[in-house]
């Protein structure tokens, strides 16, 4: 019961102790959207800023896909998931996961292939360029939608301070890449950093999903989740 009696709600410093994960977790997201373009027009200039700008856009628009399943659809089975049907969680971070690479591989190579036509189609052919920048940020579509997918294990059990300290490492790697690479490489640098730090953000969040969720307990295997699938089909019907 709260000191203040059954009205009285959460304190101020519960409240921000709450919500800073979540704001810290989407201050990193932002930042390894925005920065490398931002970067990019500084080092660069403004042209070859928009090479990397409409590039990151498209992958914007393909990432709100793990977003929606996983922070709208999912996240609250995997929280009720959690606390009672430890079956289901394992099967979410086995198949889950796998699945979700399986699926951003596919659309990593629609995004990359379609971008040789659509971009100057939709942008003008003045933004030719910027199809080889995104065929290179097409990389980092399984990462991302394999990293969304394990993270979502993390928002649990009092992991979500340590996806966010992952969350904020990868940022710290985006950053380092970003300063070697745009002066160098230049977009196509930026676009290389942006791949090497969700390759980094995805293998430390499935590392900490295998320690903190699966810990020594036995992977379902396809017959499990066949299993599990048919069992739920009557439920759904």
């Known amino acids: 019961v709260p000191a203040g009696g059954l009205d009285a709600g959460p304190r101020p410093g ?9 704001v810290l977790g989407n201050v990193c997201y932002l930042l390894g959207i925005h920065f490398g373009t931002v ?6 200039g403004g042209a070859e800023a928009a090479l990397l700008a409409v590039p990151m856009a498209v992958l914007t628009a ?25 079956e ?3 099967l979410a971070y086995r198949w889950g996961s796998a699945g979700m690479v399986a699926l951003g591989a596919v659309v990593a190579a629609a995004v990359a292939v379609g971008g040789l036509v659509a971009l100057p189609v939709v942008f003008g052919p003045e933004y030719r360029d910027a199809a080889p ?3 290179v940020l097409a990389l980092a579509v399984p990462f991302r939608f394999g990293g969304a997918a394990v993270a979502a294990l993390l928002t649990s059990g009092g992991l979500l301070r340590r996806k966010v300290v992952y969350q904020a490492v990868g940022a710290v790697v985006l950053l380092a890449a970003l ?11 930026a676009a290389g950093a942006t791949v090497l ?3 980094v953000l995805c293998c430390l969040l499935w590392v900490a999903a295998r320690r903190g969720v699966v810990g020594d307990a036995p992977l379902p ?9 048919s069992r739920e089909a009557p439920r759904a019907s």
């Open 14 to 22: 519960e409240l921000l102790g709450a919500a800073t994960p979540y």
């Open 88 to 90: 289901a969680v394992l």
């Open 179 to 189: 300063a070697v690479a745009v002066p160098v490489w230049g977009v196509r640098g």
């Open 133 to 135: 920048v995104l065929a």
């Open 221 to 229: 295997t396809w017959r499990d989740l066949r299993r599990r699938l």
């Open 62 to 86: 393909v990432y709100l896909v793990p977003r929606v399943v996983y922070q709208q659809y999912l996240l609250g089975k995997l929280h009720r998931w959690a606390g009672s049907d430890a």
């Open 197 to 199: 730090a969700e390759a």
């Open 39 to 44: 970067l990019a027009a500084e080092l660069l």
